[in-house]
């Protein structure tokens, strides 16, 4: 009775999803871009068959984040008439690179329902890009921004960690993420996207991972980027390049334990390092510190 009840269950959700694909694949013109269109190039119809065979069911067949499953993803699907991304390696406010989508398709997005494709083979994810640009006019009206540059990664030390912990007061990041990075600062249940909808700040204390990346140059790269389309700004003119590299080691000391981040972990340890105090005035954040002899930048 078991096997029989699967049995029946499965092929249930086979139908289920065999016609919600012809759903995508016989709806009319009002829903988008359902059958290749007569100037789609190559790469775009190969592209439009991945996307209803991979991508559909969140993004929507019109592309507008309005899949089947939208409803009971947080945070919602990306909207790709808007052409608006987070994780890019351009100036806030402009389009991303073509392999900045490559590889958000290929790494996937931390903390939401995006999964990485890394099986899909690289052309694939270049003809699935070329196909998610139909969905907006300004890839026909704009140009990708010109990728930041990112300096050199300096050596971790004590001062960089205290100094990173200086920036990451200063610029405000607690009130978002928290005083130990647990995503539960004051204004965290306010925040919303770019389509008003709610939307949580990242929890560094539970992740060793960043939302767009792992490495300490993905991190640095978000800070001077922003993550358009949510509450993150860039802070390429609040921020020197210095600062941002202090504050990328801070936040590896609010990450769990891992072979990433070890080496910052020790230090906080060895500082003794404590979580801001939010209300202290500068001087008494500076004297909390006063007994330890860090090494100097």
Not at 147 to 167: H, N
Request: aromatic fraction near 8%.
């Amino acid at each position: 009775m078991r096997i029989a009840h699967n049995a029946i269950f499965l092929c249930g959700m086979v139908l289920s999803l065999g016609m919600t694909m012809a759903t995508a694949q016989n709806a009319g013109t009002s829903s988008g871009y359902p059958t290749p269109k007569g100037d789609f190039t190559p790469a775009e119809q190969r592209g439009h068959g991945l996307y209803l065979r991979y991508c559909f069911e969140c993004h929507g067949v019109a592309g507008d984040g309005e899949g089947d499953t939208a409803p009971f993803i947080d945070p919602k699907p990306r909207n790709f008439t808007l052409a608006v991304f987070k994780c890019r390696s351009t100036p806030t406010g402009t389009l991303p690179l073509d392999k900045d989508l490559e590889d958000t398709i290929e790494r996937g997005i931390v903390h939401s329902n995006m999964p990485s494709w890394r099986p899909l083979r690289q052309e694939d994810r270049a003809d699935l890009v070329a196909y998610i640009k139909t969905f907006s006019a300004r890839w026909k009206t704009e140009k990708p921004g010109e990728p930041i540059k990112i300096p050199a990664e300096p050596a971790v030390t004590a001062d960089r960690i205290k100094d990173g912990q200086a920036v990451f007061k200063r610029v405000e990041c607690w009130k978002c993420h928290g005083v130990e990075g647990r995503a539960n600062g004051p204004s965290a249940d306010t925040l919303t996207d770019d389509q008003g909808r709610p939307i949580k700040p990242f929890n560094f204390h539970d992740s060793d991972r960043f939302k767009c990346g792992s490495t300490d140059q993905d991190m640095y790269r978000d800070f001077m980027t922003g993550l358009d389309g949510t509450p993150m700004p860039s802070f390429a003119d609040n921020i020197k390049p210095d600062e941002a590299w202090d504050l990328v080691f801070y936040l590896r000391t609010l990450q769990p334990p891992a072979s990433v981040n070890k080496k910052e972990k020790e230090i906080a340890k060895q500082l003794g390092l404590k979580p801001i105090n939010p209300n202290a005035p500068a001087q008494s954040d500076s004297n909390q510190q006063q007994n330890n002899q860090p090494q100097s930048k």
